[in-house]
């Protein structure tokens, strides 16, 4: 596997990006890419990071929820091939339990939350873990890990 940007740039890839072609997020022009490259399946596994920097849980559980749309559209073109991890709200376990219920039977694989234990968004308690009621809609949880510094909640969010 290359990572070298000079060999995708070799590739085309941003002259292609130049020209609105996002291969990336185009699930036949992705594939043709892991066919050149020798890649038979891969796991996307989404934007935790990107929403846990917004300082606003209604915005990022909303970011989860059009980035898991938009994941399981991706993964419908070729499931055997595209593995999808669906991304769970996090700071507010009702509302991780309800996405998980709403992607179950999607075509992800599992969904994605903060490694119990290693930080507490929002209020949560570190033993919490999201992942027990998720086995039973088939959506089983993985625990990615946390980032850097643990995010601050809106004031809204606190109240």
Same mark, same amino acid.
């Given at each position: ?15 292609? *990006? ?25 796991? @996307? ?8 920097? @917004? ?6 559980? &909303? ?15 070729? =499931? ?7 991304? @769970?709200?996090? %700071? ?6 309800? &996405?998980?219920?709403?992607?179950? *039977? $999607?075509?992800?694989?599992?969904? $994605?939350?903060?490694?119990? %234990?290693?930080? $507490? =968004?929002?209020?949560? =308690? ?7 009621? $998720? ?9 990615? !890990?946390? !980032?850097?510094?643990? !995010? ?8």
């Amino acid at each position: 596997m290359h990572h070298r940007v000079d060999i995708m740039a070799n590739t085309g890839l941003y002259e292609d *990006g130049k020209k609105g072609i996002r291969r990336p997020s185009d699930p036949v022009l992705r594939a043709k890419d892991m066919d050149r490259d020798g890649v038979q399946a891969e796991v @996307l596994y989404g934007i935790l990071g990107a929403a846990t920097r @917004l300082d606003d849980h209604e915005a990022a559980t &909303e970011m989860f929820r059009i980035y898991n749309d938009w994941l399981a559209d991706f993964i419908r073109h070729d =499931p055997d091939r595209y593995i999808g991890l669906a991304c @769970l709200p996090y %700071g507010d376990i009702d509302a991780a339990v309800k &996405e998980i219920k709403r992607v179950a *039977g $999607s075509g992800c694989a599992a969904s $994605s939350c903060p490694a119990p %234990g290693t930080w $507490s =968004p929002c209020g949560i =308690p570190s033993g919490s873990r999201c992942g027990r009621p $998720s086995t039973r809609w088939g959506c089983p949880c993985t625990s990615t !890990p946390s !980032p850097p510094s643990r !995010p601050t909640c809106s004031r809204s969010r606190r109240a």
